[in-house]
């Protein structure tokens, strides 16, 4: 094959991927509208097993499924043994036919040979080698089949769903290896500033453009890199490297031609170049160098000899809610006159998790003999990955009908202000140890409630009560990666991992105590590491939304509100940073004469290709960062999503004196429409005041009117917007 037939046969296949492409997105359609009506096939299931007439031979006739997949989503509708009584009690024996029938042997096993230890409801540990002294109260001990020992423990047993599967740990020495910090790697206060960075700020929908040195509106064109950086430069100074976009979100121009949002962005950041520009590829040990192809908030890294600019979305700090570019300017210098008085080297950097790292950095203790002076270590890349796949972050989820009714007579949206720096007065230090199911059974009751309470991570097997009506209260792997969801249904049983936190509300929360079985664990010391940072961030947040109530102008006012939220974004997102997920690079390259592909990297993958370049993306794993403390994060999260299930409130009942509680159990079941993050939005009316400390609930959206429950993001969404406008119309 020659140049020209090679160039020929590019072409050809170029018009193949634009033949493909829309019937790609048509199969896409049709596989969500399956899956949708998949999802509401197994839902009209689970609701039809709470009749107590009902047969699963009748519904699995009537979905089209077989009597195993009905048994699989509604347990109760299964054999039950010859007596109803049998049903209510555990067997004496696990081995017995009643045990298959009453309690079915799992399919999982948990990585480790020991057996696993069970958590009685009411909280307490029955031992192993104690005698029953009666039948009912007997422990469930799993029965395993010799040849299922090498299987991995299954995320979901019995839910009949494609769910992915979590690693477990090794047994034996294999698996203790994993416990062992990394060789020369700790976190250590830097002894260097952070440089500081001209900025300007700029609205691609007006033009308007302010920094230090004044303020001018620009002919922007069509918005390309290439306008923007021509127009920019031909009035600021090129002491300038930074420029924050207000508005207009140029990089989506165009998406219409594109499939997903990405690779508008992508071709966005791939135009031409004026004359002189090019892509930037390093700067001193800086290792951001290149773009970052993100849908919405994308960075964009170019250079001019010496010169270097990066173009950003001020999206990452807060939704400016159509402020102006000068007022969004205020609000960074409202930020930083917040964080000086804690942070004496505080650098606002270009994003808020990066700033958030820096500033913490900064609190590592420098005094020599102090402890941790010498640097906080990091774990092994075995414990680093287990972590990653195994501690989600926020919870997600929206409910939908037959769980809830297909018209609710209200919507209201509670969310948790600030909520994170309330869970980060103790975090594990040092390298954890390793509880195995026979370790925690080895040890007394109270220490055993000491290992649950204190910073650690756990794999478990759960037991929901037969008549449990509430939400989920642990994450499960969902199928899709980093996908989880949260199992509700009565009698189910599922393995998972799960933080103490989790674990402990499982076992006390306030409507009926979960069945836990130890499995295996991660352990750490307890220590503050993250203390005096969050306190630090709380006390700027707080002043600045004092400001920002009392302050007489309004563009002032602005400026603080959005400054507070970029605090929180500092906390959010820098808490993000710890859990150091594996790296993922990104690039372009030319396309060759003729529109010959170029060679790609060692190790990359072709991701998306235009007229003139082509993107390409690799996997390069775990950094030997010093800042990476995956365990901090899982921490954090872990407790976040227990307290949006039920926490004390800085609020006292007057009767008791004891803090209020809330949360989504403290609501009535099936009142619960949607979480997000902090988030609960209910259907009935919520009545916990706001203390104004960080994780007290905050009232921000309110419709005491009958609603259609949605069923969709989209339609979320659109009521989440509709809530909150009509609750601040209240407040005019």
């Known amino acids: 094959m020659d140049s020209k037939a090679y160039s020929g046969g590019l072409a050809e296949l170029r018009a193949l991927r634009d033949d493909i492409k829309p019937l790609q997105r048509e199969l896409s359609k049709l596989q969500a509208e399956l899956t949708k009506l ?3 096939r197994d839902q009209q299931i ?9 047969k699963a031979d009748r519904i699995a006739t009537s979905a089209g499924l077989s009597v195993i997949d009905v048994v699989a989503l509604v347990p109760a509708l299964g054999p039950q043994g010859a007596s109803g009584e049998a049903q209510d009690s555990q067997v004496t024996d696990p081995d017995s036919p009643e045990a298959q029938e009453a309690a079915p042997a799992p399919k999982e096993v948990p990585a480790a040979p020991d057996e696993a230890q069970t958590i009685e409801p009411a909280g307490t540990v029955a031992r192993l080698s104690a005698p029953p002294t009666d039948p009912a109260s007997v422990l469930d001990v799993p029965a395993v089949p010799e040849q ?7 995320a979901a047993t019995g839910s009949g769903e494609d769910v992915r599967v979590l690693p477990s740990i090794p047994a ?25 960075r001209g900025t300007a700020f700029l609205d691609t929908a007006t033009g308007v453009l302010v920094w230090q040195g004044g303020t001018t509106r620009l002919d922007l064109g069509q918005s390309s890199v290439a306008e923007i950086l021509t127009a920019v430069y031909a009035v600021a100074p090129a002491t300038i490297e930074r420029i924050y976009i207000t508005a207009g979100d140029p990089w989506h121009q165009g ?19 004026p004359e002189g520009w090019t892509v930037e590829s390093s700067r001193g040990k800086d290792r951001q160098a290149g773009h970052l192809v993100h849908p919405r908030n994308p960075v964009g890294r170019w250079q001019r000899g010496d010169q270097h600019t990066e173009i950003r979305s001020v999206g990452e700090w807060f939704d400016p809610e159509g402020a102006d570019p000068a007022t969004v300017r205020a609000a960074f210098v409202e930020l930083w006159k917040a964080l000086r008085p804690h942070f004496e080297d505080v650098v606002l950097m270009g994003a808020p998790s990066q700033t958030g790292r820096d500033l913490w950095s900064r609190t590592i203790p420098a005094k020599a003999g102090a402890k941790w002076a010498d640097g906080f270590p990091v774990m092994s890349e075995e414990i680093r990955g287990l972590l990653h796949a195994t501690a989600g972050q926020g919870r997600t989820e929206l409910i939908t009908p037959p769980r809830v009714p297909e018209r609710v007579p209200g919507w209201f949206e509670v969310d948790r202000t600030f909520a994170y720096a309330k869970h980060t007065w ?26 649950l309470f204190a910073p650690s991570h756990w794999q478990v097997r759960v037991t929901i009560p037969k008549d449990w009506n509430h939400v989920g209260l642990l994450p499960a792997p969902a199928p899709g990666e980093r996908s989880w969801h949260y199992p509700y249904e009565g009698g189910r049983t599922f393995t998972t991992w799960a933080g103490g936190a989790e674990v402990n509300l499982a076992l006390r929360n306030p409507i009926a105590p979960w069945r836990i079985e130890i499995l295996d664990g991660l352990l750490w010391e307890s220590g503050d590491p993250l203390k005096g940072w969050s306190t630090k961030l709380r006390e700027a947040w707080q002043s600045l939304r004092a400001t920002a109530e009392l302050h007489g102008d309004e563009q002032q006012k602005q400026a603080c509100r959005l400054a507070s939220r970029a605090v929180r974004s500092i906390l ?23 529109g010959e592909v170029p060679e790609l990297p060692d190790g990359a993958r072709l991701t998306g290709i235009t007229d003139t370049h082509v993107t390409w993306e690799r996997n390069a794993g775990f950094a030997r960062d010093q800042y990476a403390h995956p365990e901090w994060a899982a921490g954090v999260w872990s407790a976040a999503r227990a307290a949006l299930l039920s926490v004390s409130t800085s609020t006292k009942d007057p009767k008791t004196g004891k803090p209020v509680k809330a949360g989504a159990l403290h609501l009535p079941a099936g009142s619960i429409l949607a979480f997000r993050t902090d988030a609960i939005y209910t259907s009935a009316p919520v009545d916990w005041e706001y203390g104004g400390e960080p994780g007290d609930y905050l009232l921000k959206g309110r419709m005491p009117w009958e609603q259609t429950t949605p069923r969709t993001d989209e339609e979320f969404y659109y009521l989440q917007g509709l809530g909150r406008q009509a609750y601040e119309s209240e407040g005019m």
Do not use: C
Not at 48 to 54: F, I, M, R, S
Not at 148 to 154: C, I, L, Q, R, V
Not at 578 to 594: H, K, M, N, V, Y
């Open 426 to 451: 103790a975090s594990g230090v040092g390298v954890p140890r390793r509880i195995t199911a026979a370790a925690f059974a080895a040890m007394t009751e109270k220490e055993q409630t000491n290992a």
């Open 148 to 154: 299922a020992a090498a299987e991995p423990a299954s």
């Open 572 to 594: 959010l997102y820098g808490i993000g940073t710890f859990a150091q997920r594996p790296r993922i690079t990104t690039g372009s390259l030319e396309l060759g004469a003729g």
């Open 172 to 196: 034996g020495a294999d698996g203790d290896s994993w416990f062992r910090a990394e060789p020369g790697l700790a976190s250590k206060r830097p002894q260097f500033k952070q440089a500081t």
């Open 46 to 54: 689970v609701q039809l097993g709470t009749y107590e007439k009902a």
């Open 255 to 273: 998406s219409e031609r594109h499939e997903f949002l990405k690779d508008a962005v992508a071709a966005w950041l791939n135009a031409p170049l």
């Open 38 to 40: 998949h999802s509401r």
